[in-house]
């Protein structure tokens, strides 16, 4: 793997990686605003989620030597990768280091509708060190692409005071954008020469001038440092923007707070956001994968004029997919529950007046579309996701207000049935208005009739709507709905299931083709419980063969098939969509957790492996790639997989079982996996971790009581954050209830490892009485030899490869 990261993955963590190993930057964002950076290093552009267009383009910085006018070319360096930002380290040729470090201003949002939120501001610190053994004088130029994504004519007007650009848009008279450097700099103009931001020799003092432009103008700022050696200097560029004119322009730049406060409070809102729902396993993979998906989740939520929302494409599309935003609420209400709340009361509340959710709405004004459908699966996902919602949150309030929404859509979808009693999309035509599924962008593509992949969804639906039924206790409700969802299930095992094969068909067309193509869409039948337990497990096996699999993930269509083509339809044909991935290791988990478990982790990995080769970012979820080269042929960030992947994980590896009225725990491991853990999970308003190991059987403990774990084994509380090891690759939950306490330390590396486990509680004396299991020894051990001391100065352990130690305290002697 080209870009080096350690540790047990489930904290805090970079990647590093060679500036000449990369194809392109990460892509940051908060609230208002997203940027992309470029495989330089450069910022390429910064979006505004309310205007939907780039308020900016491209901000770079070159270095001069001013005495002699050369450039300062940089030497090969390194990128810094970041959950919140994007750190640049290099040398120049005269032995000066640079540091760079971009990020978007992303605190916690605040308020009782979390609305209360950041201005949208981009950042770019440098810190200039003299490491050579002589004087140098540096001069430096910042080019800002001005002009943006606006047609018009451009002008820019300079407030010494500020040190700041304020710039406009005859056109566009509310849009004002602002660029500022954070010391008074030496120079500044408004120019059409882009030659100057990268001039063989330096380009001199700057005019001041400020020309209106409707070309392509960049402002330049010009900053001279002299450095004796051993000294540094540091300042930074900032970029925001106003789309409601010029004074609430000024008002955001008096507001912005410095560097140094901005980056403290975007990590400090990443930190604790990351610290939610942590998953633990063995394989660091995993671990990271969950992390990093948070993270890309921060990166990509936006606070829209409709509300919370996020959109298909950051920087290139303005619209929110229903599809999509039901996914993402499967992951998010685990790690930011106001925004899956908001996000979905949205298509809740605007159905259409039959009762089908819409295809997606115009983020900056409400604007929908829904191709002109019968139906789709954005209704039933709806309402797997309202539902989803309430069972994590316990938020009654929220359930009581979609329940009529929800039955809208319910009953729309029994309307939809046909005389086999299949939900049934009676469109004709192709591509986005012919596909009703998530496969909805193959050109000269039908997907119509009745589809396999629907229809299981609207059995979901509908037996979801009955849960919520009996939750609200509106029994004749639960009755109406329970009975419609077995009738479907009925009508789909009698029609769209080839029991000649045991697979389900694809679909059957508008003339009755019954079209046997296999192809990844046989998750559904199992992910959703249409399939019987035998049709189920043949399924798994069936998607589970090689001709479906490349290392990063599985194939749309297996290349073995007539249809196959590594890039036909967009990847939905043969290339590897990884989200899929996600989906098949939820539906694999109970039936084959090993592939599972390499599913979740090769596919993380994947990003990480050859970054400049596979076109992708470290810790970056990207969007499909090529089926046979394995290089990203689509986003660099899609905002459509990492909630899928914390869903998979928690839901699917861990075992949080959120489909009844009653959530249940069991964790399937796979079977090289001696342990696994979550910690600091939000359930019904209280937090919850657990942790699995393989004694003589799968023991849970937990702080929840879930019906499923023995008595013997459930906690009160977390006292996790009372806990510590002095091993990096360890990861450590401690639970406590009046009696007990238990701490659960694993291993996280591939060989033996020893630590010194810690707990500082001030009832520690309490609890005299200690037993230890180490799965390597695998055997209780009573140690007559503790006291309640060792445990505060650090209690030594010895854990095997992959391995576990759990310590028991007791009151009783």
């Known amino acids: 793997m080209i870009a080096k990261v350690t540790g047990p993955g489930h904290e805090i963590e970079t990647y590093e990686i060679s500036d000449k190993q990369v194809s392109a930057g990460s892509t940051l964002g908060g609230p208002k605003g997203t940027i992309w950076i470029k495989p330089t290093g450069a910022i390429e552009k910064f979006w505004s989620i309310e205007a939907g267009v780039n308020m900016f383009g491209t901000l770079l910085v070159h270095h001069w030597d001013e005495r002699t006018g050369i450039p300062l070319a940089p030497l090969p360096g390194q990128f810094v990768i970041h959950p ?11 032995g000066v280091m640079i540091h760079e470090t971009i990020f978007v201003l992303s605190g916690t949002p605040e308020g009782e509708d979390f609305h209360r939120t950041d201005p949208p501001a981009a950042y770019y610190a440098i810190r200039c060190s003299n490491e050579s053994r002589r004087e140098a004088v540096i001069g430096t130029l910042c080019a800002i692409d001005i002009k943006g994504g606006f047609d018009g004519s451009t002008r820019a007007e300079f407030d010494k005071r500020r040190n700041a650009f304020y710039i406009f848009n005859d ?8 660029a500022a450097c954070s010391k008074a ?9 882009t030659a100057k931001a990268n001039a063989v020799s330096f380009p001199g003092k700057l005019s001041g001038e400020l020309p209106e432009s409707s070309g392509n103008p960049i402002a330049l700022f010009h900053l001279t ?8 200097a540091e300042w930074y560029f900032v970029l925001s923007f106003s789309t409601q004119g010029a004074e609430e322009m000024r008002r955001i730049a008096g507001i912005l707070p410095s560097c140094e406060d901005a980056l403290d409070r975007t990590r400090a809102y990443y930190d604790d956001v990351l610290g939610r729902a942590v998953v633990m396993t063995p394989d660091v993979q995993v671990n990271r994968g969950v992390l990093w998906a948070k993270a890309n989740m921060l990166r990509t939520e936006l606070l829209s004029p409709q509300g919370w929302a996020f959109v298909n494409d950051p920087t290139r599309s303005n619209n929110s997919v229903g599809r999509d935003t039901a996914w993402f609420a499967f992951g998010s209400d685990y790690v930011t529950p106001h925004f899956s709340k908001e996000s979905l009361l949205w298509y809740a509340e605007h159905l259409r007046e039959d009762g089908m959710a819409v295809e997606y709405f115009d983020i900056r004004n409400g604007s929908a579309e829904d191709y002109g459908f019968n139906i789709n699966d954005n209704t039933p996902l709806l309402i797997l996701a309202l539902w989803h919602h309430f069972n994590v949150t316990g938020d009654r309030a929220f359930l009581e207000r979609v329940y009529p929404h929800a039955k809208r859509m319910a009953d729309y979808i029994v309307s939809q049935t046909n005389e086999q009693g299949l939900v049934w999309c009676t469109s004709d035509g192709t591509y986005e208005r012919g596909i009703i599924g998530w496969r909805n962008v193959i050109p000269d593509y039908r997907l119509s009739g009745a589809t396999t992949e629907v229809n299981s969804e609207c059995f979901a639906a509908l037996t979801t709507l009955a849960t919520m039924a009996r939750e609200l206790e509106f029994a004749a409700d639960e009755h109406t709905y329970l009975h419609e969802a077995a009738k479907l299930r009925a009508a789909i095992n009698e029609h769209l299931l080839d029991r000649k094969r045991h697979l389900y068909y694809l679909n059957i067309d508008l003339d009755g083709t019954q079209r046997t193509d296999v192809t990844s869409d046989l998750v559904f039948p199992v992910m959703f419980r249409v399939a019987d337990h035998d049709t189920a497990a043949n399924i798994i096996s069936r998607l589970s063969v090689p001709e ?19 890039t036909h339809g967009f990847g939905l044909l043969g290339g590897i969509w990884v989200g899929v991935t996600f989906w098949y290791a939820f539906a694999a988990a109970a039936f084959d957790p090993e592939f599972m478990a390499y599913a979740l982790s090769a596919s993380f990995s994947h990003y990480a492996k050859d970054p400049r080769h596979y076109n992708t970012v470290p810790g970056q979820f990207s969007e499909w ?14 905002p459509w997989y990492p909630p899928r992947y914390v869903w998979a994980a928690i839901e699917g590896m861990a075992g949080l079982d959120m489909s009844s009225n009653t959530p249940r725990l069991e964790p399937r491991l796979a079977s090289n996996w001696k342990w696994t853990g979550v910690r600091n999970l939000t359930l019904r308003g209280k937090r919850i971790s657990w942790f699995a190991v393989r004694m003589q059987e799968l023991i849970i403990y937990v702080n929840h009581p879930f019906e499923s774990v023995q008595t013997e084994q459930r906690y009160d509380e977390d006292i996790s954050h009372c806990a510590s090891t002095s091993g990096e690759e360890m990861v450590v939950i401690a639970l406590r209830r009046g009696d007990r306490v238990v701490l659960f330390a694993g ?5 033996t490892a020893t630590a010194a486990l810690r707990l500082d509680i001030p009832e520690l004396r309490s609890y005299p009485t200690l037993r230890v299991w180490n799965s390597f020894r695998g055997e209780w051990i009573d140690r007559r030899d503790y006291e309640p001391h060792m445990l505060q100065a650090g209690f030594p352990v010895q854990i095997d490869r992959h391995g576990f130690c759990v310590l028991e305290l007791s009151k009783k002697a």
Do not use: C
């Open 84 to 94: 919140d930002r994007q750190e640049h380290v290099f040398e120049l040729a005269n």
């Open 185 to 193: 700099p030496d120079g500044y103009e408004v120019t059409l020469d």
């Open 625 to 638: 790639l090529h089926g046979e080269t394995l290089v990203n042929q689509g986003m660099m960030l899609s």
């Open 225 to 232: 440092h002299k450095l004796q050696p051993g000294e540094s």
């Open 171 to 178: 056109k566009h008279p509310g849009a004002v954008r602002y």
């Open 548 to 566: 479906f699999w490349s290392e990063p993930g599985i194939h749309t269509v297996p290349r073995t098939s007539i249809n196959y083509g590594p």
């Open 747 to 751: 291993n996280t590396l591939d060989r």
